[in-house]
């Protein structure tokens, strides 16, 4: 079985932020069967209020600079990051102005969805890149019943 994806591209609405300035911002969010958080940014015009993306991305210091973006989508998913990092900003300029169509990456996330139907009792369900384990894991402690499922193999696609 091959899985292509293990979330498809969602758009979200939310907000972008550095250092006390925030632009709202709408991106689409997805996550790669290798569990890579996978970003399409709407274009983003350049303004007064967006110039901070520009000035913290070309930054004298040449160190990674990290955005927070908390976003939620229409079925009421969150997502939240203060780790996103932008590769490249695919700036585009003519008549109309430039804008911005920022290529993004993020090593760790929070997201929250919300259930279809309550749950019988309160659960955690944690995604970890890279896990892998033969067979089901079941235990239980103090917390409750904690299970662990993996997949015998998963393709990297950022190798």
Not at 48 to 68: C, K, M, P, T
Not at 79 to 98: I, K, M, Q, V
Not at 134 to 151: A, N, P, S, W
Request: glycine residues 6%; charged residues 25%.
């Amino acid at each position: 079985m091959t899985v292509t994806k293990l979330a498809a591209l969602k758009t979200f609405s939310g907000e972008l932020s550095l250092h006390g300035q925030a632009l709202s911002v709408s991106v689409r969010i997805g996550i790669a069967a290798s569990g890579a958080l996978e970003f399409e940014f709407e274009s983003i015009p350049l303004t007064d209020q967006s110039q901070f993306i520009l000035l913290g991305w070309h930054n004298a210091s040449r160190e990674i600079v990290y955005f927070a973006l908390t976003a939620t989508a229409e079925d009421g998913t969150r997502f939240e990051t203060a780790n996103l990092r932008f590769s490249s900003l695919n700036t585009a300029s003519d008549a109309s102005g430039t804008r911005l169509a920022p290529t993004a990456k993020c090593a760790k996330a929070v997201i929250r969805y919300k259930l279809k139907e309550s749950a019988a009792q309160p659960m955690l369900r944690m995604r970890l890149r890279g896990f892998e384990n033969f067979g089901f894991l079941h235990e239980k402690c103090r917390l409750g019943r904690v299970d662990m499922r993996g997949q015998y193999k998963i393709e990297d696609s950022i190798a």
